[in-house]
């Protein structure tokens, strides 16, 4: 029988003394002294990943001890313990461990707080620094100021590498620095409004930490996101990064086909294989196939019941408020996304958050990295970016985007109104069309940030709603080219016996009504003969629908084509 997972436990040390289930990535520490001419460097990867758990390891593997347990016993049985030059290492440094997931503050002044209590819980731990007849009176001063929560925040800028200047001095070795989640407060940052000043804070506990500091031996970082050179690790030139496009690290991070493979055989769950490929795989790391290891396990506890386990682990609010902002390129990149094809986009390895918008390269590049796109080719340009072919990983990640779309009209007990409007629209019925359009363009305001100047948020919204609800009975096109010009979206049913759609939008214009534009939308179907595209597929019973917008005012004009 297979031993169980610990599920949510990322300690390697606990893991491994209480003998759980652990998949055997070991061979990530032989790599990281295989590149020992790299001093610092950074590891991105999506959410539930395996960071924590892999820098526990590594913390456990240089240091003798942690939390008074010894860790050379962790070890024995890993594939690291057959190669005896990286296993001199082991227990040989003293080392400096932090996790900054968990500032996920909505102000500027709790984020900063809860830097703070994380270098005083850092502290304690190496307590008896300060307690050591050889610690300087100024140095304890200096310790007691962050223990006590009482230091300036010039303190903060350099509390991580004084605590080096202090491990070195006492264990004669410099420290290796491991910081996890690096970016988590550098993103919550930009989602709550207060990204200066914590770029302000966290640029020079970098610097000091990882760039002007002599008694540094190495560090290594993880996170999402490659925050960019400019904005965070200003004046930094020796962090090497390794994203998702690098065959660095590609197996050490997610599980590979071969490991996979074998723990659905150790679960008795080889019968359910194409199901679970089909639900969590998809991830690519260079040219390694990757599954997300957090659903795997979740989903191997639960006898291989198949549920959006990675979902449930964090909520989908960036996501869900970033598609709903973002301009009219990126809705329509997803039409195509949710359909099961794949677009091109331009992709940076490096994001400056501050410069962030609502752009089609912006937002897929941080969908990239964060898990939520996966890049079937790559090629690098002649700057920085790369030229990808991007598609949605697997099906429990196009259940994430269904979740965030479905949510922008489905809420507060709307569930069966919403349906009642996708229903009148692929019935071909007008009146209930715009009786119910307006409020649901009222209802969702907030999310699409609606004004007079760009209502098409909304449409284009409303156009990935139906892509996603009713993708069992119809296909949802949009801007394709049909008899004289370019049709906003038809609706094309399975069931030719079914009405075909045609949705033409406008926006009131000055000296423009409500109606007058309605009836140039409808005008437009006719002057530019698209019904074309649906008569060439055989449908016969087609509506023309023009649908003119001014601000939260919808008006709806139709016609049934002969």
């Keep these: 029988m297979m031993r169980p997972f610990a599920i949510g436990n990322d300690n390697f040390g606990n893991i491994r003394s209480k003998n759980w289930k652990f998949i055997d990535k070991s061979l990530f520490i032989k790599e990281i002294f295989d590149r020992g001419a790299i001093s610092v460097s950074l590891i991105t990867r999506p959410r539930r990943f ?16 942690v939390f008074s347990i010894e860790t050379a016993p962790l070890f024995e049985g890993l594939k690291i313990t057959e190669y005896p030059d990286i296993m001199a290492h082991l227990g040989q440094y003293p080392v400096i461990f932090i996790t900054l997931k968990g500032i996920k503050a909505t102000s500027f002044e709790t984020a900063q707080a809860d830097f703070a209590g994380i270098m005083r819980d850092l502290y304690k731990v190496h307590q008896y620094l300060r307690d050591s007849p050889q610690f300087a009176t100024d140095d304890q001063f200096a310790f007691d100021r962050i223990i006590q929560l009482q230091c300036p925040v010039g303190e903060l800028h350099t509390a991580l590498p004084q605590l080096c200047r ?6 004669q070795v410099k420290p290796w620095v491991l910081i996890d989640e690096y ?25 000091n930490t990882l760039k002007t500091n002599p008694y540094l031996e190495r560090a290594v970082l993880t996170g999402i996101t490659r925050v960019s050179k400019e904005s965070l690790f200003s004046d930094l030139n020796n962090v090497q990064v390794y994203t998702l496009f690098n065959e660095e690290y590609s197996e050490h991070f997610g599980f590979t086909e071969t490991e996979m493979d074998a723990l659905l055989v150790e679960a008795e769950l080889t019968s359910y294989s194409a199901d679970i490929k089909h639900w969590y795989n998809g991830y690519l790391c260079g040219d390694t196939v990757l599954y997300n290891p957090w659903s795997i396990i979740n989903c191997v506890a639960k006898k291989g019941a198949l549920a959006p386990y990675w979902v449930q682990t964090g909520g989908t609010s960036m996501i869900q408020r970033l598609l709903a902002q973002a301009n009219a390129s990126v809705k329509t990149a997803f039409e195509e996304l949710l359909q099961g094809r794949s677009i091109q986009a331009r992709i940076s390895d490096h994001l400056a958050f501050g410069l962030f918008g609502s752009d089609m390269d912006s937002v897929m590049s941080l969908l990239l990295a964060a898990g939520y796109l996966k890049a079937l080719s790559h090629t690098q340009t002649d700057g920085a970016d790369w030229l990808c072919e991007l598609t949605i990983p697997n099906h429990e990640v196009m259940a994430v985007y269904r979740t965030c779309i479905m949510t922008w009209f489905v809420s507060y007990g709307e569930n069966e109104r919403y349906e009642g409007l996708l229903k009148a629209f692929s019935e071909g019925d007008a009146e209930t069309v715009e009786a119910e359009m ?6 969702t305001a907030s999310y699409f940030d609606v004004s007079q100047q760009e209502p098409e948020k909304f449409y284009h919204g409303l156009v990935l709603g139906m892509v996603v609800s009713l993708a069992k009975t119809h296909t949802v096109e949009s801007n394709r080219e049909s008899g004289a010009g370019r049709y906003d979206v038809i609706l094309v049913p399975n069931d030719h016996t079914k009405p075909g759609i045609i949705l033409e939008f406008k926006v009131v214009r000055p000296r423009e009504t409500l109606e007058t534009a309605a009836d140039k939308a409808l005008a437009q179907i006719h002057t530019k003969n698209y019904a074309a595209s649906l008569r060439q597929r055989g ?10 917008f001014q601000g939260k005012l919808v008006n709806v004009k139709y016609e049934w084509l002969d």
């Design 183 to 207: 970016d988590t407060p550098i993103q919550t940052a930009y989602l709550n409004g207060y990204y200066e000043e914590m770029i302000g804070l966290m640029q020079p506990v970098f610097g």
């Design 539 to 548: 449908i016969t019973r087609i509506l023309a629908m023009g649908l003119a």
């Design 438 to 443: 307006s409020l649901f363009l009222e209802r």
């Design 166 to 171: 202090w491990l070195a001095a006492h264990y």
């Design 50 to 65: 395996g960071k924590t758990l892999n820098l526990s390891m590594l913390h456990h593997f240089l240091s003798s001890k």
